[in-house]
């Protein structure tokens, strides 16, 4: 199985190095150590871990539940994150979104930019559904 160092896991669950730290200070990440000394986590319980974060991050109001200002949605890939560009067009527009590592890039109507106000600087949060999505082994 594989296991991750503590840097390498804190860039999958979008956080730093120090809070996955204190998470498995506090008990709450199960690491183990290797021969060099250095904390690794194990793969399947990181994917737990991140999945029970997931999880709590619905429970109060991150997964567009209708708190928070969210709206109800069927839609389960919600990316929070800055606007770190807009570019209008006359009909359609470009908005790039930073959401942890991840950069998203949407395109849509002027029209739906300006009834959002969407402007760089400003939380937004891109929701993806799909029908096909791949996945490439890392």
Do not use: C
């Not at 060099?36 to 974060?53: I, M, Q, S």
């Amino acid at each position: 199985m594989r296991s991750y160092s503590m840097g390498r896991a804190a860039r999958l669950l979008g956080v730093s190095a120090d809070t996955v730290r204190r998470w498995a200070d506090a008990g709450r990440l199960p690491t183990r150590r290797d021969e060099g000394g250095r904390r690794l986590v194990a793969g399947e319980d990181l994917a737990a871990f991140a999945a029970a974060l997931a999880a709590a991050d619905a429970d109060d109001g991150a997964g567009g539940d209708g708190e928070e200002g969210g709206s109800r949605t069927s839609v389960r890939n919600a990316f929070p994150g800055i606007i770190t560009a807009v570019k209008l067009g006359d009909v359609a527009a470009q908005v790039e979104l930073q959401a942890g590592p991840h950069r998203l890039v949407s395109l849509l109507t002027r029209e739906a930019v300006e009834e959002l106000g969407l402007a760089v600087g400003m939380e937004a949060v891109a929701r993806v559904k799909a029908t096909n999505v791949h996945v490439d082994r890392a």
